[in-house]
């Protein structure tokens, strides 16, 4: 087995870890540019409009 594979199964076995690991990259990624627009223009492609919500009304019962 890899370290990769023997790291990720370590990380999905402990929670705390895994957070502290989520959190220290979130950290990092927000700090940095060119990586923080990446994550708004990945974000911005899965935004509605208010002509996507027009277009597509759904009615709840």
Known sequence: ???AQKL???LE???KTRK???KLL???AVSELELRLAIINAVLRD???KE??????????
Do not use: G, P, Y
């Not at 996507?52 to 019962?61: G, S």
């Open 26 to 28: 979130v950290s990092e």
């Open 13 to 15: 076995a402990d929670e």
């Open 47 to 49: 935004v509605a409009t």
């Open 52 to 61: 996507d919500i027009a277009n597509h009304v759904v009615v709840q019962l």
């Open 8 to 10: 990720v199964e370590e």
């Open 1 to 3: 087995m890899s370290l």
């Open 20 to 22: 502290r690991l989520a």
